[in-house]
């Protein structure tokens, strides 16, 4: 098995694939920082529900229920874009938060009081690394 470089890379990819083939339910290997995201990502109302399993290795597993639109089935997660990556990381103040589809959509950050939304950011006037857009 091989070494992923970029976790949450990972983690938006394993969403994305299991949006487009349909699945209800996507199980991703846990770590504190997706754990956040994940958190997040129900409380915009774009996962229906989120379970923190353990697991033999320790490492443990987040199971996630997929939303989609009731009438026409569409994922309610349009994109997901990884924004820093380890190779280059997009950090941004206060003052120049980037706007996610002028506002309709979140860009996910990790600061110095946690991982929050573009949003939460702005109020706190506190900047730090984004992580992915979610619109």
């Known amino acids: ?30 770590s504190n920082i997706k754990k956040e995201i994940t958190k997040v990502l129900f409380e915009k109302g774009y996962i229906l529900q989120y379970r923190f399993d353990e697991t033999d290795n320790g490492q443990g597993q987040i199971k996630i229920a997929l939303k989609y639109n009731k009438d026409t089935k569409q994922p309610v997660i349009l994109k997901l874009e990884r924004a820093s990556t380890p190779g280059l990381r997009k950090y941004t103040n206060a003052e120049n938060m980037p706007r996610v589809l002028n506002g309709l959509g979140i ?29």
Request: overall charge positive; charged content about 20%.
């Open 1 to 30: 098995m091989s070494k992923i470089t970029d976790p949450i890379a990972d983690y938006l990819t394993r969403l994305r694939n299991a949006q487009n083939a349909g699945h209800r339910v996507v199980e991703v290997p846990a």
């Open 107 to 135: 860009a996910i950050l990790s600061t110095s009081k946690g991982i929050m939304t573009d949003k939460e950011a702005r109020n706190l006037h506190i900047g730090g690394e984004v992580l992915c857009y979610v619109y």
